[in-house]
């Protein structure tokens, strides 16, 4: 999923729901991507950067 302008996974089922501009950027739509393994890509400036140690990460070691 390219040109998004926002990422959110859906909290019932995991799934990650991408939103973008469609139609000329005249509306914005919501894309469920329910397979796993995403490639997505943010607009330029859609999302506010987070500085150095403002938060931690968690690591999660998934069985493969």
Same mark, same amino acid.
């Given at each position: 999923?390219t040109d998004c302008v926002q990422?959110?996974?859906? $909290?019932?089922?995991?799934?990650?729901?991408?939103?973008? $501009?469609?139609?000329g950027t005249k509306i914005t739509?919501?894309? !469920?991507?329910?397979?796993?393994?995403?490639?997505?890509?943010?607009? $330029?400036?859609?999302?506010?950067?987070i500085g150095p140690g403002s938060? !931690?990460?968690?690591?999660?070691?998934?069985?493969?």
């Amino acid at each position: 999923m390219t040109d998004c302008v926002q990422l959110a996974v859906e $909290p019932d089922t995991g799934h990650l729901l991408c939103t973008k $501009p469609v139609y000329g950027t005249k509306i914005t739509s919501i894309f !469920k991507l329910m397979k796993k393994r995403y490639i997505t890509t943010l607009r $330029p400036k859609a999302v506010e950067l987070i500085g150095p140690g403002s938060a !931690k990460g968690e690591i999660i070691v998934s069985g493969r």
